[in-house]
């Protein structure tokens, strides 16, 4: 590929995935994918654990997020 940032259609994308993502893992150059001439997602490579920002930690859960939500809290249905 090479040049600049690489786009293509989804329709090439989806017929050429696989080369497309070892491409994408070799080079360490993003691509974007493209929907009627506009960017509609991005492929990019993989940058490993050490430069991840790890999430552990980083959410708290404030009440109780296990038992269903009852129809009468849903706003939408009032």
Known sequence: MGGAMESL????FKATCLAVVEEVAKSKKPVI???RGKP???LI???GETEQI???D???????IVSPVAAEDWEALK
């Open 33 to 35: 994918i493209t929907k």
């Open 58 to 64: 980083t959410v708290a859960f404030v009440g109780d």
């Open 54 to 56: 790890p999430l552990k």
């Open 40 to 42: 509609i997602a991005e």
């Open 45 to 47: 490579p993989y940058a």
């Open 9 to 12: 259609t989804v329709s090439k």
